[in-house]
Nanobody
Framework: QVQLVESGGGLVQAGESLRLSCAAS????????MGWYRRAPGKQRELVAA???????NYADSVKGRFTISGDNAKNTVDLQMNSLKPEDTAVYYC???????????????WGQGTQVTVSS
């Protein structure tokens, strides 16, 4: 199995910064991509940012210019630097990884347990 462990959430004021980290471990042959999603109260889960093993990144329009995703293929980790946080960024943030567990297997998406980010105005 594969486990994703997130860290770095918390309570900050608007305009401040937070850095989320996620580490994947377990039966990992390769990781195609890792990313961060979030679910705000009363809303559906949405993609925040993602990065492929080749370094291609993708961001939600709402976070472009404020958030930066980075990954370390050797360590199977992904970080999300969040600057200029807004109250509307308040949500539970989930790490996601698209993982192959063997050379002959298809990839499967694994999820972390989530970490709360709260931005006060």
């Amino acid at each position: 199995q594969v486990q994703l462990v997130e860290s770095g959430g918390g309570l900050v004021q608007a305009g401040e910064s937070l850095r989320l980290s996620c580490a994947a471990s377990g039966r990992i042959f390769s990781i195609n991509a890792m990313g961060w999603y979030r679910r705000a109260p009363g809303k559906q889960r949405e993609l925040v940012a993602a990065i492929t093993s080749g370094g291609t990144t993708n961001y939600a329009d709402s976070v472009k210019g404020r958030f930066t995703i980075s990954g370390d293929n050797a360590k199977n980790t992904v970080d999300l630097q969040m600057n200029s946080l807004k109250p509307e960024d308040t949500a539970v943030y989930y790490c996601n990884a698209d993982v192959r567990t063997s050379s002959g297997s298809s990839s499967y998406r694994y999820w972390g347990q989530g970490t709360q980010v709260t931005v006060s105005s």
